[in-house]
């Protein structure tokens, strides 16, 4: 579903603190709307959840100028909380939270355009829903790779709350992201989420990035020349509704006096970022330090937007040459009136930053910069082979109460695979177990079981499940199969008698009729099978 209702234009104050993580912090605590102009725009291309919001329609609600509707439908698990503080901003008055600690993780199911662009932003506000005194911490996950540690004790403490944003490529036709418990999760505690929103990106924003590969995680978009009280500008000036921060020194700011056209540059940046630009005086060079947080070594992307700021004439352009942290970055850079961008798809950044701009010579007017952004690149994990994910949902699907954390990747990130689920993990991961004895389990085996070919165990005994035993002919490398104290009817298939080694096979206490196939007496396998509705007695087994 995409949402496309939008009332009110909003102004918001937001903060960053310094820190070493990986995140940004959001003040959302109070909020100023104004009426919009009769000219109204939709919301960005994707999806903007109020986590825990309740199943009612009537639970949508407006922050701004965008819509935010219940995550219910997207999510199966949790349950869910109300923040009674009146200041806060109504997504952060709701939130679900993941009390089940024998889940391995926790997953919002998202429909999306296999092979789109998507910008991921969770945000947190944890307002002691759990009568505890800090936010649990716990990880997050997104397509079967780890992508951050979630903390925001720091920002609760200041009475702020967190988001986190990555850029990742859709593998599939829907996408998941997902909250699972770490070493550092206490026992008393449940990983929580406020709201989850998903921004499509055109093909071309950040396409010096092989996200087959890797993914980006933002660690800041800054909007020059704007004191720190000033407008962050996010929707609907972003289209994409990525949000710059303002960003003042001690360097001299002017104002640009051209206007820029966003799609002339493959990021889309907001017009609205080159209204100012830091500067400096002329034959100087332009000295920043941003962003303004201790960075871990690591590889980043990194995109600085110019402007001259002059009215547009033959005569308004100048020249400089960009180094960050010593290093030389871009050379003979034009700024024009018209903008444009220079961008490294991957640079070694640590510690502090700092980025210089140097007059070319004989420049009559000094370098300029209106904004710039830094997102760490990190790789993607192992992918888990997409006939095992496509036969797992379906064998999920034929369960009518399987597992709560049976959402996700089956396999990924290794540690938090299904419960019940075990995984190689070599060139791709494969399923090679399926173990859920006695869990109570009812519904039927999907016969899409049959595409799990790299499985050697089968044991789903002492459940409710009914129906016919597939046929599992392609099951080459299967080893046991416990299938026993369940209420499976009909024949015995042929097919297992095909698995060059298979060892073991339980049936025991079913409703099977028939006889045992011919194909498996004549294999030296253990077979237990006790009719229910007794056809034969004997079979290599019953000895």
Known sequence: MVLHLLAFFIWAKLLCLPRTNMFLCLLLLWMLTIPLQANSQTNPRGYLLNCGAGASSNNDVIVGNLKYVTDEGYISVGKTSNIKNNDLVPILTTLRYFPDKSARKYCYKIPVIKGGKYLVRTTYYYGGFDDGKEPPIFDQIVEGTKW???NTTEDYTNGLSSYYETVVLAKGKTLSVCLA???????????FISALELEYLDDSVYNSTDFNK?????????NFGITDDGDVVGFPDDKFNRLWQPFK??????TNKA?????DF???PPAKLFETSVTTSRGKELQIQWPPVLLPSAAYYIALYFQDNRNPSPFSWRVLNVSVNGKPFSSNVNVTTKGLTVYAAKWP???NTEIVLTPGAGMPVGPVISAAEIMQIFPLGLE???RDVTAMHEVKRSFDNPPPDWSGDPCLPEGNSWTGVTCSHDKFARVICLNLTNVGLSGSIAPSIANLTALHNIWLGHNKLAGEIPEMGSLKELETLHLENNQLEGKIPESLGQLPKLREIYLQNNKLKGDVPKTLQDKKIKIQMKYQEEIRSQSPAEM
């Open 148 to 150: 951050s540690v979630v």
């Open 181 to 191: 418990r770490n070493n550092m999760t206490g026992t008393d505690s449940s990983p």
């Open 214 to 222: 890797y993914a980006l995680s933002t660690v800041a978009r800054g």
């Open 249 to 254: 020194d001690n360097n001299p700011v002017s």
């Open 259 to 263: 206007n820029v056209t966003p799609s």
């Open 266 to 268: 493959w990021n889309v």
């Open 349 to 351: 950044l640590s510690g």
């Open 384 to 386: 888990t082979l997409n």
